[in-house]
């Protein structure tokens, strides 16, 4: 890591080249502020059935130019740049073979109407206050139907994506930001389904800030090709890990809300990440049924060697739970999670036939704290590995089934260990307060290494810490 951008963070480079949930969202009314200054038919500049020839010719004459429903534009495939400000007005159908592509400079907008489509088509964002809205897409074609992001340092501002769905392709939404920056980026109210890579995927974010990714349902990610890191719900990542966490080498300013999800190996995956909030998450079937041989750890939520962050109001059914975990680099480890806040999380699983993950926590450095509060479980487990020096447990209720193991596990004492390094080893404190861990027949369930002689204070507990 830190050579060059393919190198950058878990994701390879892809060739194809804070509290943000309660702000006003656009939503409908984008569609309803087509240009009406000048708008015209492409089918009048159409000769020859050259269609790339026609969209060039009608950009130029036009401020909005539509594809009237009914229309199928076939071979769009090569590049057509839209003149800034100008609007395509979609109702009718785009087709390609996956090398063309919409290129929107500053102020342009893609509306799509209800029966409108681009089939491997991409949309290439490359300008500020651009809009995707209404749009349908699909195709395994391109390597992403959405591209943002571009191998020239500029600054793109305003980015509206809302109300598109995506179905049947490779990546929905992929955004490539080592060079470039975006800011107060909207992505909302979209459905994405059935794809191999990422529904959205923000890769090697460093300099963007103001990004909002909310509302959406992602179903069906099943990485079956083969490709490695493919097949994430919503993915972020930062560069080169580095556990003083320096801004400029983070994804950060970022909130993930009202997700719901199903049928994926993982949900919503954060890497050397600061600043962010993820809440409001409904999750099923986040199995390991999917993505098989795509590499890619099997959980509702997986952070990697994050700093500053909360995780709020996660409710998973029947699938594997959360990973907070080290960041890790050819088997170094680099980082470990610190600063953080989990609140309101569920777990409720039936007898299935995997031993799911249940909540697994990594975290130390002597300047930092976690707090865990309002934690159930059923059929999965808490553990804890490594200690921050303040750590916050309140209102736990774990259970897990006794051949499956302990359902509360602290391995606080890892010293001998390569990982001990991140330990706070003085003056820590260690505050338990109404904290339930049994089996299914209700049975004290826990597992402590120990505590050692530099614990601060311990508190409230119904089970006995070892030495004390």
Not at 134 to 156: A, F, N, W
Not at 221 to 250: H, R
Not at 404 to 422: I, M, S, T
């Amino acid at each position: 890591m830190g050579k060059h951008p393919q190198e950058l963070s878990r994701r390879h480079f892809l060739s194809a080249g804070s509290a943000l949930a309660a702000l006003p969202l656009l939503h409908s009314p984008l569609v309803r502020a087509v240009d009406t200054q000048k708008t015209v038919d492409v089918r009048d500049f159409n000769t020859g059935n050259d269609w790339i020839r026609a969209f060039k010719l009608a950009f130029a004459a036009g401020q909005t130019v539509e594809v009237p429903a009914g229309l199928v534009c076939e071979n769009i495939n090569a590049s057509i740049l839209m003149p800034p400000g100008k609007t395509l007005h979609l109702r009718g159908v785009l087709k390609g073979n996956g090398r063309g592509r919409f290129a929107l400079q500053d102020g342009c907008k893609i509306i799509g109407e209800p029966g409108s489509s681009l089939y491997n088509v991409m949309l290439d964002v490359r300008g500020s206050d651009c809009a995707i809205a209404g749009v349908t897409m699909s195709g395994y074609g391109p390597v992403t139907q959405i591209m943002i992001g571009s191998k020239k340092p500029r600054i793109m501002r305003n980015l509206t994506i809302d109300n598109i769905t995506i179905t049947k392709a490779n990546y929905g939404i992929l955004r490539q930001g080592y060079h470039d920056t975006v800011t107060h980026a909207r992505i909302t109210h979209s459905h994405f389904s059935h794809l191999q890579g990422d529904a959205i995927e923000w890769n090697v974010a460093i300099n963007d800030h103001d990004i909002l990714i909310s509302d959406h349902v992602i179903e069906h990610i099943d990485c079956t090709n083969g490709k490695i890191n493919w097949g994430i719900g919503i993915g972020l990542a930062g560069s080169t890990y580095d556990n003083s966490y320096p801004e400029d080498q983070a994804v950060k300013n970022f909130v993930v809300a009202n997700i719901t999800g199903s049928h994926c190996r993982q949900l919503v995956h954060v890497e050397n990440g600061k600043h962010f909030v993820i809440r409001n998450v409904k999750a099923r079937d986040i199995t390991p049924e999917y993505s098989k041989n795509a590499g890619i750890d099997n959980a509702t939520v997986a952070i990697y060697g994050c700093d500053n962050f909360i995780i709020d109001n996660i409710d998973m059914q029947n699938s594997a739970g959360m990973l907070i975990g080290y960041g890790v680099i050819k088997g170094n480890y680099l980082s470990i999670p610190q600063n953080f806040r989990l609140n309101n999380i569920h777990i409720n699983n039936g007898d299935l036939p995997w031993k799911l993950r249940g909540i697994q926590i990594s975290s130390g450095n002597a300047t930092s704290f976690v707090s865990i509060t309002n934690l159930t479980t059923r059929r999965a487990s808490l553990e804890f590995h490594n200690k921050p020096q303040h750590l916050f447990m309140r209102n736990i209720s774990v259970m897990q089934e006794a051949r499956r193991g302990p359902a509360l596990k602290l391995n606080f004492d890892l010293r001998k260990d390569v990982r001990g390094k991140f330990m706070a080893r003085d003056d820590t404190l260690l505050s338990l307060a109404n904290i339930k861990a049994v089996n299914e027949k209700g049975e004290s369930s826990v597992d402590i290494d120990r505590v050692d002689q530099h614990v601060a204070r311990v508190e409230g507990l119904n089970f006995k810490l070892p030495g004390r």
